[in-house]
């Protein structure tokens, strides 16, 4: 992922995120190689809009949809998610406190199964 830029990296760690399963501002942003710039991933999923970016599947850090209650946005990325059996309640998802590092590979921590 070295020879890509900032963003490239950012929507490949997104496309990475299975079906079912969500990642943290934060999480994505580590997994592109770049601690620290959860705002920049929050940004950049605002800039593309690509149908396959499977955008709904990243969350706050603390598990709620970014969107404010009852938006067209809320709605949709709450719909897309229990399509997928997440269960969102109240606008949130409940995000472990803590990844634990599975043998130093840190795609099995960030993306283990439930």
Partial sequence: MADLSPAERILAAI????????AGYGHVARRAGLP?????????????SAPDLPWHRVLRSDGKIA??????GYREQTQRLRAEG??????????????????GNLDAALWRPR
Wanted: net charge positive; no cysteine.
């Fill in 86 to 103: 997440v269960d969102v309640r109240a606008g949130r998802v409940r995000i472990a406190a803590s990844v634990p590092d599975l043998d």
């Fill in 67 to 72: 969107f404010p209650p009852n938006s067209k």
């Fill in 15 to 22: 496309r990475a995120i299975p079906p079912g399963q969500v």
């Fill in 36 to 48: 620290g710039r959860a705002r920049m991933v929050a940004r950049v999923l605002r800039e593309h």
